[in-house]
């Protein structure tokens, strides 16, 4: 089993949709959660960081974790067609070992 | 703003030569990875190093060497290369320190074709 699971998509989705982007771990360790956005041709950059369970806002962007069910979520609000990426998560412990998902390839339709 | 730049975006190399591809960070970072990216399999870790001249093996190091003999600059080293060696290269720092933010930055990748 891997330590990471997501769904790759690709996901297709109309400009102002609400967009839900999921993924699933097994180790119950992991403390630090990421996302991050990268678009074609390019190294992923960080998009969102939370610590532990719970919800953070930054803009059209919430990140949620669920530690119960080992569960995190992005939501991406008025989805606009330079979100159109390839969306990461990521997570770790306490050290420097990051485990990634596959990535969820996003498409928003203007 | 953290930067991490690599020495090329795009590089063609023939089966059997020796490849470096270069990684330089200017955040001080003390630590620095390279991972691989292929399609379907994700971000796969080659090796990290925590500190110059240190250095720890990933999950799939065979064929690859790493350098770092100054804080700034990691370098990934291909012996001889080969054709299941053509892949998207990343390199990321990190700085010290367990915290929430002390999070990963990439590069903007180098793309290496092997003929």
């Known amino acids: 089993q891997k330590e990471v699971e997501q769904d790759p998509g690709p996901l297709s989705v109309p400009e102002g949709a609400i967009v839900s982007l999921n993924c699933t771990y097994s180790n119950s360790a992991f403390q630090y959660f990421m996302w991050y956005r990268q678009y074609s041709r390019k190294g992923p950059e960080l998009l969102m960081y939370?610590?532990?369970?719970g919800n953070k806002e930054d803009g059209r962007f919430t990140a949620q974790v669920d530690k119960s069910s080992k569960y995190i979520s992005l939501f991406i609000r008025d989805s606009q067609p330079s979100d159109s990426a390839t969306y990461l998560c990521a997570m770790r412990n306490t050290g420097n070992q990051f485990y990634f998902g596959t990535g969820t390839s996003l498409t928003v339709i203007p | 703003d953290v930067k991490v730049t690599q020495s090329s975006r795009y590089l063609v190399k023939r089966t059997g030569e020796k490849v470096f591809l270069e990684c330089v960070q200017d955040m001080d970072h003390e630590n620095m990875f390279w991972y691989r990216q292929d399609p379907g399999l994700g971000l796969r870790l080659i090796y990290f190093s925590y500190d110059v001249k240190m250095k720890e093996k990933g999950d799939i190091p065979e064929g690859y060497s790493v350098s770092r003999e100054k804080k700034e600059r990691f370098s990934l080293i291909l012996e001889s290369a080969s054709t299941n060696q053509t892949s998207m290269y990343l390199c990321a720092s990190r700085g010290g320190g367990s915290g929430s933010g002390n999070e990963q930055f990439f590069g903007p990748g180098t793309r290496l074709t092997v003929l």
């Open positions: 939370t610590y532990s369970s």
